[in-house]
């Protein structure tokens, strides 16, 4: 007889066609004898239990939109015992393959046999699909089969009573009240840990497993917490879970699955799929004690169990409502598990010792699973985790934290949880950021040190013309005596780059007036705004420059006019006094840093040691209204060596700047991005044995490539504004991060705990080079930096960040720069390194709405010169994230004046595009939209609904699709609707789909 699948079975049926062709839901059962077993007794033991077992007779059989069960009888039901193959990676590898092995749901038997031979003995292993079976399953399953076998081998008949298939009662009225209550305002997980990785589009849900064995001081805390807290190891083990995922990212409404057996008394012995995935949901308080976690979570536990007869699956759609949602949408991400031994290790088989051996499909549908192994002498923990969503490395590091905070809270059981470290033994041994010398020279010292020494060398040189080291300091000298005239302290100088503005820049501060960084380049209204910010006077302008009531700079002295050098020494200033204001280079209203002398000379000293060990012949390229120009001048003036002024085509022509470090001998480039994707390919091989600096935004692959081939020395900075010069510096792709150039740390945001290795958080820098904060905004210095006991003062960047093993910085980008689509957080530097991987991509830059919205829309602009690109990133990006992003084709990205990507300019495109009329639907996106409207039974729907976040779910989604394929008799997947789930969206892929086809058909 066939009848209908329950809604926990078709929700299972479900996952499997989201990822078809996969065991992500078969469930294996494995003992190894010490010898071999005999070939004809185990196929007779293994016919005897399936006979006598229904539900191992079950099949199912499915139309696309329904799923159907009926049982077989034992005459039709043959599974014969196949020889599992030996591969070259092991056995453990062996049994896993045979396990993944998937079923096909069309009436065949869901059940497969096998027989490994070992060197020292058989393995028997026995798969069976999650539908028909559960993991209680597996230790009555073992037994039986055990005792058939011998049974059989005494000449005996096994127990050949059959065994209908459990009914499970209907879930109680009350239960369901219940969860609907514990659950209420419950939202699915938007966003996995903060070690995990970034959301994916098409998910694979391979998994891997790593071991670990508790520490005897961890075990000797959870036995101590045993007796004190009156719980069960299950429970301790369970609330140091929660706290530990909490400390991750996971937030104070903590949400664990746990499978919970809903086997009544007289089903002990019943095989099947009798196990719900009940949530336990603890709202952690951040001033409560260990004790109140674990008093909580026991609570918990105990009123799930006794609710478990409700199914997830009928209560999340009452529960979740409206919620954006995804394939892995649910309450939970992460599983917790304790599992007893299965098999007594005594038990012989005619006489050879039997052991259980795990046997892993390959495959999750969570993120994380604990599952705790409890023995006499240890107890092990066995942490399986999806590949999507991690690195064995991570949960390792997790698994150490674990252990860490168990041990942790044997000492500190009274301190509030909140205020528990977050650290494991390998994150306390990370190696600390390079520890530096103050700075006690300023650069005015450096500098004068040549002056004095060898006045006659050449300085600056601007094409032909060179300036020495002595006129260079006689105009900083008539620059400072005009400065002290006028009584000013805060001085801005507007000049190109030159020898006019390198002795402006040093006339100010041998004044002991800070300067204003500007480039007489940017638009009037900027200069107006930052002028009128910083309260500048004088404005010291050079010759040419049209400011009203600016002071013309002193001219730099000829060659011959050698009564005019002056070589007088700095009498200052003070290394804490300021030395220049630098404003953010976007933003609505001006916004500055301020800078100490201290922090200048660190940020030039540390630059030199790292790319030059003598005096430097550096390239001047970059804005004037950037920290990045008095570097360049720094690091060859304070080293005794010359600055070489580059021309502007420089920044947009590769033979320019090519011919420029080659005839003069540059040591030293720096340039965004944008102007090494300008220049790289004609500078080519002219880059060779100089190193080149690539600031201020992230360094693409491709880029880091090209950049690598033309034998350059390639480094890749990291700046922030409240950090002079770099705060961390790499070798440009040699790995994922870059090595910090300060103290750094990473904190959780909003508390201020550090994180570990591999964790993402809030990037701090602490040390010398540190602004001394924001111009006129105590307020914000205040919350921007702040006092460490162990770091000192240290400056919150805003940057989300993670540090790595080998002490380096994986700097991801603003915390700011993360949205929320379809249910999931995903930052857009995520989405920008997904297209950047694309061969036809030169250049991209995510915008979108902010991560309060409801649910956020990204744009992609992406800088591509080859024809027709557009279809092939988005199908591009719907194979790696979990949403597809509005796509705009660009031949340039615009830039600031200081050379990196004009986001605001980005934004302001997004939002002319958002409010332009959009292209009417056409006939299949209006069919669609009505699909949607009925299915959803929701009015107002349009084009660009979502169908999760307006209602839909898993289920409702499988009887769309069933519509879909009805109605428009196009070929569409489950799958095709999580990554398309709008009506214009879907439409787009399925005509994309169809003309595929079509052609792939000519």
Excluded at 290 to 303: G, M, N, P
Excluded at 347 to 365: A, D, I, K, Q, W
Excluded at 523 to 546: T, Y
Excluded at 801 to 809: H, I, T
Aim: one cysteine or more.
């Amino acid at each position: 007889m066939t009848i209908a699948a329950s809604r926990k079975e078709a929700a299972m049926w479900l996952l499997e066609r989201l990822v078809p062709d996969t065991g992500v839901n078969n469930v294996a059962v494995a003992f190894e004898v010490a010898g071999r077993i005999d070939r004809e007794l185990f196929p007779a033991a293994l016919r005897a239990v399936l006979a006598r077992h229904e539900v191992l007779r079950t099949v199912f059989r499915s139309d696309d939109a329904t799923l159907t069960r009926e049982v077989l009888a034992p005459d039709r039901f043959d599974v014969p015992v196949r020889d599992i193959p030996a591969g070259d990676d092991g056995r453990d590898a062996d049994l896993t393959a045979f396990a993944a092995e998937p079923f096909v749901i069309d009436g065949r038997p869901l059940v497969r046999a096998g027989v490994h031979a070992g060197a020292d003995g058989d393995v028997c292993c026995v798969v069976v699909h999650h539908l028909n079976f559960d993991a209680m399953s597996t230790t009555i399953l073992l037994r039986e089969l055990l005792v058939a076998y011998e049974t059989v081998a005494a000449g005996r008949r096994p127990d050949d009573a059959p065994v209908a298939a459990l009914a499970e009662r209907t879930p109680d009225e009350r239960s369901v009240g219940y969860w609907r209550k514990n659950l209420d305002g419950l939202r699915p997980a938007e966003s996995g840990l903060w070690c995990a990785r970034p959301p994916v589009g098409a998910p694979s849900l391979r998994a891997r497993t790593v071991h670990h064995e508790l520490s005897a001081p961890a075990r000797a805390v959870v036995r101590r917490f045993q007796r004190e807290l009156r719980a069960s190891e299950a429970v301790v083990l369970l609330a140091a879970y929660n706290l530990l995922l909490a400390q991750h990212g996971a937030g104070s409404d903590v949400v664990i699955g746990t499978p919970v057996n809903v086997r009544d008394q007289h089903g002990t012995n019943a095989i099947g799929y009798h196990a719900n995935l009940v949530p336990l949901r603890v709202r952690l308080d951040p001033e409560a004690d260990f004790r109140a976690v674990v008093k909580q979570t026991r609570s918990t536990f105990l009123e799930a169990i006794s609710h478990a007869d409700v199914p997830l699956e009928q209560v999340s759609p009452a529960v979740l409502g409206d919620a954006p949602s995804s394939w892995r949408s649910s309450f939970f991400r992460h599983l917790f598990n304790y599992v007893p031994g299965t098999v007594d290790a005594s038990f012989t088989l005619t006489g050879m010792p039997v052991r259980h051996v795990l046997v892993e499909n390959g495959y999750s549908r969570f993120d994380l699973e604990f599952f705790i192994m409890p023995g006499e002498d240890r107890t092990t923990v066995r942490a399986a985790f999806c590949l999507d969503a991690f690195d064995a490395a991570d949960v390792g590091l997790l698994l150490q934290r674990y252990d860490a905070l168990l041990v942790r809270l044997g000492d500190e059981l009274d301190r509030p949880v909140a205020q528990l470290s977050r650290l494991g033994a390998s994150d306390l041994a990370l190696p600390a950021s390079p520890p530096r010398t103050a700075a006690t020279t300023s650069v005015l010292d450096a500098v004068h040190a040549t002056v004095a020494a060898n006045p006659d060398l050449v300085a600056v040189r601007d094409d032909t013309d060179v300036v020495t080291y002595g006129q260079l300091w006689s105009a900083a000298v008539a620059t400072r005596d005009l400065v002290a005239a006028s009584g000013g302290n805060t001085v801005a100088v507007l000049a190109p780059r030159g020898a006019q503005l390198a002795a402006a820049w040093l006339g100010v501060w041998l004044a002991g007036a800070r300067c204003v960084l500007l480039d007489p380049t940017q638009p009037i209204p900027d200069l107006a705004a930052r002028l009128a910010d910083s309260g500048a006077a004088p404005v010291l302008a050079a010759e040419g420059l049209p400011v009203p009531g600016a002071v013309r700079i002193p001219a730099v002295p000829a060659v011959t006019d050698t009564d005019e050098i002056r070589a007088d020494a700095p009498s200052g200033p003070d290394l804490d006094a300021m030395a220049y204001l630098e404003y953010h280079p976007d933003g609505p209203t001006p916004l500055a840093v301020t800078v100490t002398h201290r922090a200048l000379a660190d940020a030039v000293a540390r630059l030199a040691e790292r790319v030059t060990s003598g005096p430097a012949v550096t390239s001047w390229l970059s804005s004037s209204a950037t920290d990045a120009a008095l570097t360049e001048l720094l690091v060859a003036l304070t080293t005794g060596g010359r600055v070489v002024v580059a021309p502007e085509e420089a920044r947009t022509d590769g033979h320019a700047l090519g011919e420029l470090v080659q005839r003069h001998g540059v040591d030293v480039v720096q340039a965004p991005p944008a102007v090494w994707r300008e220049v790289v390919e004609q500078a080519g091989a002219r880059l060779a044995g100089r190193a080149v600096l690539v600031g201020h935004e992230p360094l693409p692959r491709p880029l880091a490539a090209q950049l690598r081939a033309t034998g350059c020395t390639l480094h890749h900075g990291y700046t922030t504004p409240g950090v002079a010069g770099y705060a961390a510096l790499g070798g440009g792709w040699d790995g994922a991060g870059v090595l910090p150039a300060a103290r750094v740390f990473v904190t959780e945001p909003g508390t201020g705990h550090e994180l570990g290795i591999g964790v993402r958080g809030e990037l701090c820098v602490a040390g010398d080079a540190l602004a001394a904060g924001y111009h006129g905004r105590p307020e914000l210095t205040a919350t921007r930096f702040g006092e460490h006991p162990t770091h000192g003062r240290f400056h919150r960047t805003g940057d989300l960040a993670r540090l790595l093993p080998d002490g380096q910085v994986d700097v991801v980008g603003p915390l700011s720069a993360q949205v929320r689509v379809a249910g999931q957080r995903i930052h857009l530097r995520d989405i920008e390194s997904v297209f950047a991987a694309h061969p036809d991509v030169e250049a991209v830059a995510a915008v979108g709405s902010a991560v309060d919205g409801p649910d956020g829309t990204v744009v992609a602009f992406v800088e591509s010169r080859k024809p027709d690109v557009a279809e092939r990133l988005r199908e591009h990006a719907r194979a790696a994230l979990p949403l597809t992003p509005v796509l705009v084709v660009l031949d340039r990205l615009p830039v600031t004046v200081a050379g990196t990507v004009d986001r605001a300019a980005l934004v302001a495109l997004a939002a002319t595009r958002a409010l332009a009329d959009v292209d009417p639907p056409d006939e299949t996106t209006v069919a669609l939209v009505g699909i949607w409207t009925e299915m959803l039974d929701r009015p107002g729907l349009h084009a660009d609904s979502n169908f999760f976040a307006s209602g839909g779910h898993s289920l409702l989604g499988a009887q769309l699709v069933q519509r879909v394929r009805t109605d428009l008799e196009m070929p569409v997947q489950l799958a095709d609707l999580f990554a398309n789930p709008t009506p214009r969206q879907l439409a787009e892929h399925l005509q994309n789909a169809f003309w595929d086809d079509d052609e792939d058909d000519d």
